[in-house]
């Protein structure tokens, strides 16, 4: 087709809107905060961890959609008050519908996409949710309206396609016939461009129709969704609205393809892109989105004139269909759909960003209009050239050649018919259509008159568009429900970890009830059943790993009760439940030891570990369903990192969810980010799909290890941390610990014992006599300790398997690299044996509060055989030349500068060190009677009696004997510490009855008594000491005065 006026066409800018949601169930139960705002076009992005960090954007439309709204009895969504801020789905249609329906009038080709995260609203906006139609049925309608205003002057043609395009395959959802394996073939020619060959266009002259064809399209959809095994949404929706006028008294036609785009949730994109995975690039299902992804990314850069060598149109079949959208001749609108809440931040504002970029992309819209129809024009033309040549042939002629008269007769009335045929070759299509609709329309109006009749059983799915589509009428007497074809007495389900006879339903005097056949699993309510259930009205049903449906009873018990609450989540919530994973545990944990409870509730991130956890929990269900069938031998276990770990400073760490990975036989373990295993699994059922679709199943030729979805190499694990207090450092008094390795649940993973000891340059341990009572005193000079990695015993990692190691890693301070000890194997309580000195040059302000507020965090890292060994990297790191590390920044010549005292001070120095000396013998006379005060102050020894012994035992050093009362402190304290971590782990077991909470409840009593009196005897013990201290001091000074 010709495109007028190709040569002045002017550029036209993608157009772009933004549109923010109400919040959903999930996030008004979570308390979201709204971290959105909007003035007229702007919107403004809120950091919810930092409420300064904001990101502003301007599109060329912005709807709130947020708040502000009502529902009318027709269940329509609208403005509370008219003129309010409250975009409904009319006033989007206004701006962006309406400009879509006005270019395909003209003849331009026009395309809609709607980007977003998963649930953020695309398909409500675009096809709408029942009252409240979206951009494409109203787009229809409005079309179909258009078309039988001047009918006279023109003809208009509607063909309307829905496909789907899902792991890089494409799949007519209107076709009739079975799919082809592999999907359709999307061609290129290169006056059409790419296009999909076969692809089934059904002529249309009415919304009716098209709204119907578009609830065909859904069920397909669905269907296909079970088929593929997946319960979640990530194909990509296409629907293509060919729009053609005919003008025959101008001998014109002009035609516009509509395109219609909903993607799949753009999550998608950053699950695959965003991380490190060996395997990243092999998984097609993110392929579409990440090249749509490239290509707008690269045609805005060449928008801002930067030099872009190649679009890479051609990396993926979304893109390829896309192509005259992006960058060609279409006028093309973005509608990015956004949620406000806090918990979704991140994915709001990439969704920000993304927009940003394709607000940039310059497109150059024709008009695409030519002559009528070039077949009938050349049929016109060749009939003119017969009828010339019979003309020629003349009387003399026609009688000469009698034959060829004939022929030219002939192609005359062929070609007549021909043109007559392209004529009404579109009316036979559209009564064709119309009666395939009628077909179509009986089955739909049958099915409706059952749902008034029979109980049945309700799909529900991940995505909100998908769900409610199948029903399954559980009829008087047994139905047996599994994968085998359906008969008289059987119902045909797919989805994985449904068996050939799954469950039988039983319908019979007014009752329902199920009941699983052999050991397939089937869950009611969240709880997994063995044996034959009475079902009750919107009992929650999931069969096999995730094949969730509602159970709507007889009509009689049906009683107008809203059904829209049991969306997936709330499947997916009640099954975590029963694994005991709530909400409310999660911040239980979180917020031991924390009074301020309320405000620690509302955690985003811990939130969002909880959704993460209720996202991902189907789905590991679902892999372990995959590697069992395939017999790969792994199995996978969510698990949520971090969750009793805290950083040097004694903060909790950002919470996240991990998958970790066991090989049944050889025990051998990975930790998997949620990034790599979303991959992973996408990869999993590509994997599956080829190898059970094909029939191949486990006996299928194995996967090369490298291109493996469930295998990788193995790496050092991290089990879990101990912190190791430096406070002691800062008061050069030597520690020994016995420290308990915690894993990221809370577990102990082992006992690490350990020591910091204060020592000379040389390593030789400092003495009592150079306790520092004033930490301060070691501001600018040198500090030297070494630490020592003693043993651990009682290592949880080996004894599960023998035939593993360990290794601890920490990291000193401004030190550039993180310090490894050797590996040790096989043994469940290794010696480490491991002394390393550390020297701070010059003492900072900022080492001395490192000191005082930090611990050194201690990793246990698990080795399995075949894994290599961590070792210290040596770049970066100084030493001294005594082999000690050193960890601050200082230079060595700066170091030694400031070491030497100026001259001028030397001589108060002196005197300063002499009085040391002084007080030194004081101490060593005062230690004795020290010690032997202190144990009767510590047995709760009269204070009277105390005093008065007291004052008979002055003597001159009370600094020294100051610093021996912190040491004293400091080595209490240490079972304090373990005392309270022993109380933070300890928990009723999950199976606990009412008697075992009793015990429970006794148990913790007793020993937040013990960590009571502990923390009280370290306490008054050292306010005992450092009043007798202050008063021997102050006598002291009397004496001396
Ligand atoms: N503007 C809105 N007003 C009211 N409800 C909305 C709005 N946008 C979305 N919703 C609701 O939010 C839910 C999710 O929306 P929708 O199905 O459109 O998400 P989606 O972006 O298409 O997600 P997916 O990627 O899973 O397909 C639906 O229940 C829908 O009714
Ligand atoms: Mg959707």
């Not at 592999?182 to 919304?207: H, I, K, M, N, T």
């Not at 550390?838 to 930090?854: E, I, K, P």
């Amino acid at each position: 087709m010709r495109a007028k006026g190709a040569e002045m066409a002017g550029k036209d800018c993608v157009r772009v809107a933004v549109r923010v949601r109400p919040f959903n169930k999930r996030e008004k139960d979570a308390g979201s905060r709204c971290v959105v705002s909007m003035c007229s076009n702007t919107i403004t992005t809120q950091d919810p961890r930092n409420q300064h960090v904001r990101h502003t954007f301007t599109f060329d439309y912005a709807y709130w959609s947020h708040s502000g709204y009502t529902q009318n009895k027709n269940g329509l969504f609208l403005p509370e008050e008219s003129g309010g801020r409250y975009a409904d789905q009319g006033s989007v249609f206004k701006d962006l519908g309406q400009g879509i329906l006005d270019n395909a009038l003209q003849g331009y080709n026009a395309t809609l996409l709607a980007y977003g995260q998963t649930g953020s609203g695309k398909s409500y906006s675009m096809v709408g949710y029942g009252p409240n139609k979206g951009l494409v049925p109203t787009l229809c309608e409005r079309l179909f309206e258009a078309v039988k205003v001047s009918q006279d002057s023109r003809q208009c043609q509607v063909f309307f396609s829905m496909l789907e395009i899902y792991n890089e395959q494409v799949i007519d959802l209107l076709s009739k016939g079975s799919r082809s394996p592999g999907g359709l073939r999307v061609r290129e020619e290169l006056q059409r461009g790419f296009y999909v060959e076969g692809l089934r266009r059904v002529p249309c002259d009415s919304a009716t129709q098209v709204e119907q064809l578009m609830e065909q399209g859904t069920r397909t959809r669905t269907t296909a969704a079970t088929h593929m095994n997946t319960n979640s949404s990530r194909s990509h929706m296409l629907i293509i609205v060919q729009f053609k006028q005919i003008f025959s008294k101008e001998n014109i036609t002009k035609q516009s393809n509509i395109n219609l785009v909903d993607l799949a949730g753009s999550e998608r994109q950053r699950s695959s892109g965003s991380e490190a995975d060996r395997l990243k690039e092999g998984t097609a299902i993110n392929l579409s989105l990440t090249t749509l992804g490239n290509v707008i990314s690269s045609l805005a850069d060449a928008a801002l004139g930067k030099k872009v060598v190649h679009i890479p149109y051609r990396d993926s079949i979304l893109t390829k269909l896309l192509q005259s959208a992006l960058g060609g001749n279409s006028r093309t609108v973005m509608i990015a759909t956004l949620s406000p809440a806090d918990i979704c931040y991140e994915e709001s504002l990439s969704t920000l960003r993304y927009a940003e970029r394709a607000k940039r992309i310059q497109n150059k819209a024709v008009v695409n209009e030519s002559p009528t129809e070039r077949l009938v024009k050349e049929l016109k033309a060749e009939n003119a050239r017969l009828l010339a040549r019979l003309s020629r042939l003349g009387p003399e002629g026609r009688r000469a050649s009698d034959d060829e008269s004939k022929e030219l007769r002939r192609l005359l009335t062929h070609n007549e018919l021909q043109i007559r045929a392209i004529q009404t070759l579109w009316e036979q299509h559209l009564q064709e259509a119309l009666k395939d609709w009628e077909t179509q329309y009986a089955t739909i109006t049958q099915e409706r008159r059952m749902m008034q009749t029979h109980p049945y059983i309700l799909n529900i799915n991940e995505d909100a568009q998908l769900s409610n589509v199948v029903k399954l009428f559980i009829q008087e007497g047994d139905w047996d429900v599994g994968l085998a074809e359906s008969t008289p007495t059987s119902i045909c389900i797919r989805g994985l970890g449904i068996q050939e006879r799954h469950a039988v339903f039983t319908n019979e005097d007014r009752r329902v009830s199920v009941t699983p056949v052999g050991d397939a699993k089937v869950t009611v309510n969240g709880a997994s059943i063995s044996h034959r259930t009475e079902l009750q009205h919107l009992d929650r049903l999931i069969l096999g790993s995730n094949s969730t449906y509602l159970f709507i009873g007889l009509p009689s018990e049906r009683r107008g009760d809203d059904w829209s609450r049991y969306d997936y989540d709330f499947f997916q919530s009640e099954r975590a439940a029963a694994e005991g994973i709530h909400i409310n545990s999660l911040c239980d944990e979180q917020n031991e030891g924390d009074s301020n409870v309320e405000s620690s509730q509302t955690d985003p991130s811990l939130l969002a570990v909880f959704y993460d956890y209720i996202k991902l929990m189907p789905m590991v269900t679902e892999a372990n369903q995959m590697s069992q069938e395939l017999k790969k031998g792994v199995e996978f276990k969510l698990e949520i990192k971090n969750l009793a770990m805290s950083d040097s400073r004694g903060h909790d760490l950002e919470k996240e969810i991990v998958v970790r990975v066991t090989s049944v036989e050889s025990k051998q373990v990975w930790i998997w980010s949620k990034a790599k295993f979303i991959n992973r699994k996408f990869l999993m059922e590509e994997v599956y799909q080829q190898q059970v679709g094909s029939g191949e199943g486990a006996g299928g030729s194995p996967l090369p290890r490298d291109r493996d979805p469930f295998w990788d190499p193995l790496e050092p694990l991290h089990l879990g941390s101990a912190h190791l207090w430096l406070q002691s450092l800062a008061f050069r008094i030597p520690l020994e610990e016995q420290v308990e390795v915690l894993g990221p649940e809370g577990t102990e993973e082992a006992i690490l014992q350990a020591q910091l000891v204060p020592c000379s340059s040389t390593g030789l341990p400092l003495g009592e006599e150079d306790i520092l009572i004033d930490p301060t005193e070691l501001l600018g000079k040198r500090l030297d300790f070494q630490l020592l990695l003693e043993q651990c015993c009682g290592l949880r990692w080996l004894r599960k398997a023998k035939n593993r190691g360990i290794q601890i890693g920490f990291r000193m301070y401004d030190c550039p690299q993180t310090f490894y000890t050797p590996a040790v194997w096989h043994n469940v309580n290794p010696l480490l044996d491991q002394r390393v000195q550390f020297t701070a040059l010059r003492t900072s302000q900022d080492l001395l509060n490192y000191l005082q507020s930090s611990a050194l965090v201690l990793e246990l890292w698990g080795l399995q055989e075949g894994c290599a060994d961590m070792v210290t990297s040596l770049e970066g790191l100084r030493m001294t030349p005594g082999g000690s590390f050193i960890m601050d920044k200082v230079s060595f010549s700066e170091a030694s500068v400031l070491d030497s005292p100026p001259s001028d001070l030397s001589s108060s120095l002196k005197a300063l060190h002499q009085d040391v000396e002084q007080l030194r013998s004081a101490n060593a006379a005062l230690r004795k009677e020290n010690s032997v005060l202190r144990d009767q102050l510590s047995r709760g020894v009269d204070s009277g009696r105390g005093r008065t012994e007291r004052r008979g035992s002055l003597r001159p050093s009370s600094d020294a004997e100051f610093a021996r009362a912190l040491k004293v402190f400091y080595h209490s304290m240490t079972s304090v510490r373990g005392q309270l971590q022993r109380l933070r782990r300890h928990k009723p077991s999950e199976e606990a009855d009412l008697l075992g909470l009793r015990l429970f409840v006794d148990e913790q009593g007793r020993l937040l008594r013990d960590f009571g009196e502990q923390l009280e005897q370290c306490v008054t013990t050292l306010k005992q000491d450092v009043a007798a201290i202050v008063r021997r001091k102050r006598e002291r000074s009397g004496i001396w005065s």
